[in-house]
């Protein structure tokens, strides 16, 4: 039986289509966290509901530049800086707490901007960056940029971070 070309789904071919070349996408950006699609979507399908305005600056990590510079981060400082802190020698194996990173999704490690560079140019090329596991990255340094202060405490118990509201 024929083919009927009339009946030819072209949604689904257009479909299949998109799919393909996001698993390309998907797989050649794999190596490197927080890449994203041209449709909106993180490398893992999460959609992206951040502003318009970081829409904009977060194309800058898709670039040759940023990748050459996270490299250079990542060859000058191979382990977490945050874990490092804590007696853990994290190569992106390890969670923060030391225990083996099960995840493998999980296992890299982040070129983070010391000062969030909010889609200041000057401050996201040139910078200083650190190098961080991503549960730290994800966490703790998120939590910090939002709070505007650590809450580590030294081993008196009070905080080190002088922006901290009880080193007053």
């Not at 970081?54 to 050459?68: G, L, S, V």
């Not at 490092?84 to 099960?102: E, H, Y």
């Amino acid at each position: 039986m024929a083919a009927d070309p009339a009946s030819n789904d072209t949604g689904s071919v257009e479909l299949a289509r998109r799919v393909s070349i996001e698993i390309r996408m998907t797989a050649a950006g794999s190596r490197i966290a927080g890449l994203f699609c041209v449709w909106g979507r993180t490398m893992a399908g999460r959609r992206d509901d951040r502003s318009a305005e970081a829409a904009e600056y977060r194309r800058w990590y898709n670039t040759a530049r940023w990748r050459r510079r996270r490299a250079a981060q990542l060859e000058a400082s191979p382990v977490c800086e945050f874990c490092l802190k804590r007696g853990i020698v994290n190569d992106g194996s390890r969670q923060m707490d030391g225990s083996v990173q099960t995840n493998p999704r999980r296992r890299f490690l982040v070129a983070d901007h010391i000062v969030a560079h909010r889609g200041n140019p000057e401050l996201f090329w040139a910078g200083a960056l650190q190098t961080l596991c991503p549960d730290h990255h994800d966490s703790v340094k998120q939590a910090e940029e939002v709070r505007g202060y650590s809450t580590e405490v030294g081993i008196d118990g009070w905080p080190v971070d002088p922006r901290h509201p009880a080193s007053g």
